[in-house]
């Protein structure tokens, strides 16, 4: 059987793309020199918020829009979606963080402590004030991937350490398409996974700071993961003591139990990013890119995915769509 499109990279690019092209009826082939999905990607290191409206504050509208579609590209893809909001809140000396995050984002309702206990019993008496972003969701990226990588096996796509490219390109290694586009960057996060039976919560939560802002994310039976740093940066080495202990003061600083919680994992890789931080197909000589997620990887791999498919199978140019042509004379890998 002949293959309509080889796609270089197994992380949450390739995998969401891989998903798009054949549910679409294309026939694909996956390259990874690391194999399947694991800590050596930064798709392994992620929250799997769905939260464009949160993610307003800090980017642009067009991640917004294109983020309100990924919860149902999601669940169509058969992976569990957790539809319970989220809650944002901060400590009483910094009320004003909140103020700042409410005026920069849409889609919220004001809760007063009462409103905050009544969401999250676990945090009755200890916020004052918060914000409630209440058709947000989240998923887990780890079993996201699990499910993309075991809905393409039945579709008979394994990934493949090496292989004879065949069909079209598409290149979506992050980072590693550096020798085709150097104008992607890196951004290192970090995060916690912790363990604390003692605390409950049912949705993510994000406690602003003017330094070291927090988010958790539940994970049931009492695990937590903490993230996350966001520093300029390519590096992938270990987790550092200064972010390390940034989010288990903040996390400490939410609840006070999780002082006793176990430390079960530290991560840390550089997502890909471009100068404006907006994710983008790109077209080039030998193939097209599909890359510069930054931090919005499972929000908005959905959308760069559907957006590359419309364009390799029917030909539809969409905004998010970049013609570079500085690329056209870019070797072939």
Request: hydrophobic share 45%; proline share 3%.
């Given at each position: 059987m002949s293959i309509d499109f080889t796609i270089l990279g197994a992380g949450v690019a390739g995998l969401t793309t891989a998903q798009e092209l054949t549910t679409r009826g294309a026939r694909v082939q996956i390259i990874d020199p690391h194999g399947a999905p694991g800590p050596h990607g930064c798709s392994w290191w992620a929250g799997g918020m769905l939260a464009p409206h949160c993610?307003?504050?800090?980017?642009?509208?067009?991640?917004?829009?294109?983020g309100l579609r990924a919860a149902d590209w999601w669940a169509k893809a058969g992976v569990p979606v957790t539809h319970r909001g989220?809650?944002?809140v901060t400590l009483a000396r910094d009320r004003r963080?909140?103020?700042?995050?409410?005026?920069r984002t849409d889609g919220h309702c004001w809760l007063d402590?009462?409103?905050?206990?009544?969401?999250?019993?676990?945090?009755?008496d200890r916020h004052e004030r918060g914000l409630f972003f209440g058709t947000e969701a989240h998923i887990e990226p780890r079993v996201a991937l699990a499910v993309l990588r075991e809905g393409l096996a039945d579709k008979g796509v394994e990934i493949m350490p090496d292989a004879p490219h065949q069909g079209r390109l598409v290149d979506c290694r992050g980072l590693e398409a550096r020798d085709h586009l150097p104008?992607?960057?890196?951004?290192?996060?970090?995060?916690?996974?912790?363990r604390c039976p003692q605390i409950g919560l049912s949705r993510p939560v994000r406690l602003l700071h003017p330094r070291y802002p927090l988010y958790i994310v539940p994970r049931g039976n009492g695990i937590f993961m903490l993230?996350?740093?966001?520093?300029?940066?390519?590096?992938?080495?270990?987790?550092?003591?200064?972010?390390?202990?940034?989010?288990?003061?903040?996390a400490f600083a939410l609840h006070p139990a999780f002082a006793?919680?176990?430390?079960?994992?530290?991560g840390a890789n550089a997502r890909p990013g471009f100068a404006d931080n907006i994710p983008r197909v790109v077209v080039g000589a030998d193939r097209v890119f599909v890359n510069g997620l930054f931090r919005h990887g499972y929000l908005m791999s959905p959308a760069l995915a559907m957006t590359a498919a419309d364009y390799l199978l029917d030909g539809q140019n969409s905004e998010l769509l970049l013609s570079e042509p500085l690329l056209q004379e870019a070797p072939c890998a």
């Open positions: 993610e307003s504050e800090i980017s642009d509208e067009i991640v917004v829009r294109h989220t809650l944002v963080e909140l103020d700042r995050f409410a005026r402590a009462a409103g905050i206990a009544a969401l999250e019993p676990d945090l009755a104008a992607l960057r890196g951004v290192r996060g970090e995060m916690v996974v912790l993230g996350a740093s966001q520093l300029e940066g390519d590096s992938r080495g270990p987790s550092t003591l200064r972010s390390t202990v940034e989010l288990l003061n903040a006793e919680a176990e430390v079960l994992e530290l």
